[in-house]
C-alpha cells in the first residue's frame, strides 16, 4: 500500500508540474471552451484523453510500443496548438451527438501517455510491482487532471458569468494564447 501511495503522489505532481507545464496547456485547450453547465460533454472529453494516455502508458511501460522520445516530445506540443487552432476557427458548439473533438481527444492521449511513460520509467527501473506501480500513478495523472479540468472551468466560470467577457472573445484569447506558446514548444523541441 505503501508503493501505491508514492506512486499516486508522483502521478499527480507530475502533472501538475509546473515545470512540465505542456500537460497542463492541453488540458486547458481542451476544456477551456466549456462551461461549468458543460460538465458532462467535458467528463466524456476527458474520459477519451484518459482512454488514450491509459492505453499507452501501458503499452510503453512494458515495452510494446517504443518510439523515440524526441518525437514525442515534438508531437506533444504539437497536440497543443492543434486543439487549440481548432477552438479559434470553430464558431459554434456542435450540434451533432459526436463531434470529432472526442475523437482527437483520445488520439492525442495517446500521444501524452507515451510522454508520461518515459517519467514512469525512469522512476520504476526494475521493479517487480510494475502493474500496482503503473495502476496508482495513472490514478495520481487522473487526480491531478481532474484539479485542472476544474481550476480551467471556474476560471472560464469567473471570466464569463462573473466578468461578463463574451465566451468567443474568451475562448478567442485563452485558445490563441495557448496556440502561441505550443507553437514555440514544438520549434523548440523540433526533432532534427
Not at 32 to 57: E, M, N, Q, R, Y
Not at 72 to 83: M, S
Request: proline fraction near 2%.
Amino acid at each position: 500500500m505503501q508503493d501505491f501511495s508514492i506512486y499516486f503522489e508522483l502521478g499527480w505532481q507530475h502533472i501538475l508540474d509546473w515545470q512540465g507545464y505542456d500537460h497542463i496547456l492541453f488540458v486547458t485547450a481542451l476544456c477551456g471552451v466549456f462551461l461549468l453547465s458543460d460538465w458532462k460533454k467535458v467528463l466524456i472529453l476527458v474520459t477519451a484523453f484518459t482512454i488514450g494516455h491509459s492505453i499507452t502508458l501501458a503499452l510503453s511501460v512494458f515495452n510494446k510500443i517504443l518510439i523515440p522520445s524526441n518525437w514525442i516530445e515534438f508531437l506533444i506540443p504539437v497536440t497543443i496548438f492543434t486543439t487549440a487552432f481548432i477552438n479559434i476557427v470553430k464558431k459554434k458548439a456542435s450540434k451533432n451527438r459526436f463531434d470529432p473533438i472526442y475523437f482527437l481527444a483520445l488520439l492525442f492521449g495517446l500521444i501524452h501517455g507515451m510522454g508520461f511513460s518515459n517519467y514512469l520509467k525512469s522512476l520504476m527501473g526494475k521493479s517487480n510491482n510494475v502493474v500496482g506501480e503503473l495502476l496508482a500513478f495513472n490514478i495520481g495523472l487522473e487526480f491531478g487532471q481532474i484539479i485542472i479540468v476544474l481550476s480551467v472551468l471556474l476560471i472560464c466560470f469567473l471570466m464569463i458569468s462573473i466578468l461578463k467577457v463574451q465566451k468567443r472573445e474568451w475562448n478567442l484569447f485563452l485558445s490563441s494564447a495557448i496556440f502561441g506558446i505550443a507553437v514555440i514548444m514544438a520549434i523548440e523541441r523540433f526533432p532534427f
